[in-house]
């Protein structure tokens, strides 16, 4: 006979326990239903603007994965900004092979006067009367050669190769140096 009644006892305490939770559960959904329009939550959440601001950098996003480069040359090394060493290099050595520049003369006691004329990288022996570059050397004097191009006299002095700029020196003195001990 006990155990009938600790059975009833069970079924009425898992049915008080099922009417007390649905209670709960009512009053917690109209908890829920009832949220104020002024909610101390409302900084954290995500405005119209900034939700639109997200999405078009996502939308950036896969275009930016989606394209598909069609030059042969990397893009990021065209029309720099910044020059790394090297380039530097380049743009100096350019600059001196494109330049028309008298290296030297030589004026001996007996035989032709000849000039070396340095352009485009290449160094070059000239006679009076020889056509270079720029026109027709007409003579050759300690230090300078005078020519004629398009019928006007030009003089061109010796010139030493300018000196590379400091970020490419490869001189580097006792000041500057760096010992690792």
Same mark, same amino acid.
């Given at each position: 006979m006990e155990q009938k009644y600790i059975k009833d006892f069970v079924i009425a305490l898992v049915v008080i326990l099922?009417?007390?939770f649905g209670i709960k559960d009512y009053y917690l959904y109209n908890n829920v239903k009832e949220i104020k329009k002024e909610s101390k939550?409302?900084?954290?959440?995500? &405005? @119209?603007?900034?939700?639109?601001?997200?999405?078009? /950098?996502?939308n950036s996003i896969q275009?930016?994965?989606q394209f598909v480069f069609t030059i042969t040359k990397d893009p990021l090394e065209q029309h720099l900004i910044v020059r790394t060493q090297k380039d530097l290099e380049k743009q100096w050595r350019e600059k001196v092979e494109n330049m028309i520049r008298l290296e030297s003369t030589i004026i001996p006691e007996n035989g032709p006067k000849m000039a070396a004329?340095?352009?485009?990288g290449k160094t070059e022996i000239y006679k009076i009367?020889?056509?270079?570059?720029? &026109? @027709?050397?007409?003579?050759?004097?300690?230090?300078? /050669?005078?020519?004629?191009y398009h019928g006007k006299i030009g003089i061109l002095k010796i010139q030493q190769i300018p000196p590379k700029p400091v970020e490419i020196s490869d001189k580097?003195?006792?000041k500057h140096r760096e010992y690792n001990w």
């Open positions: 099922l009417i007390s939550y409302k900084e954290i959440a995500l &405005g @119209e603007q900034l939700l639109n601001q997200i999405q078009n /950098i996502e275009d930016r994965k004329i340095a352009y485009g009367g020889d056509k270079f570059e720029n &026109g @027709e050397i007409v003579d050759i004097r300690e230090g300078e /050669i005078t020519y004629a580097k003195s006792k």
